[in-house]
């Protein structure tokens, strides 16, 4: 994560004047942050809701999620976790290829595009 945050960074602080390069530095910070914690309430709301919808019922999803299970019930709790981590990280997955795709599309057409101008 390190080398993309230095290169995505560094390609936009070339953009930005020189009088305003903190500006843009604590900018770029507060996106990040935000954005950081924007996909973890979306993971965390993701698992969360497979998980009650596995388990019949949002407070008890809350309680395994919780890793409180309940006696007598563990392995389907647990199997119901591991279902539902599972499509989260399918979805995770998917959405990154969807992404990929799109940054592969919007790249090929920049460099097509550049190509036709020279």
């Known amino acids: 994560m390190g080398a993309s945050f ?7 602080m070339a953009l930005v004047r020189a009088d305003a390069v903190g500006m843009a530095a604590g900018f770029l910070n507060t996106l990040r942050g935000a ?5 973890i309430a979306a993971y965390s709301a993701s698992l969360v809701g ?6 019949d019922g949002t407070s008890r ?18 199997n ?16 990154c290829l969807l992404l990929s795709i799109v940054v592969a599309v919007l ?4 460099t097509a595009a550049l190509r036709r101008t020279t």
């Not at 999803?61 to 647990?78: H, N, S």
């Not at 790249?107 to 920049?110: A, D, L, Q, T």
Request: proline share 0%; charged share 15%; net charge negative.
């Open 61 to 78: 999803a809350a309680e395994v999620a919780a890793g409180r299970l309940t006696a007598g019930a563990e392995a389907a709790e647990l």
């Open 35 to 39: 954005a950081e914690a924007l996909v």
């Open 107 to 110: 790249i090929y057409g920049r």
């Open 80 to 95: 119901a976790f591991t279902w539902s981590w599972q499509m989260t990280q399918l979805g995770v997955g998917l959405l």
């Open 6 to 12: 230095g290169i995505t960074d560094g390609q936009a």
């Open 50 to 55: 497979l998980l009650s919808a596995r388990l």
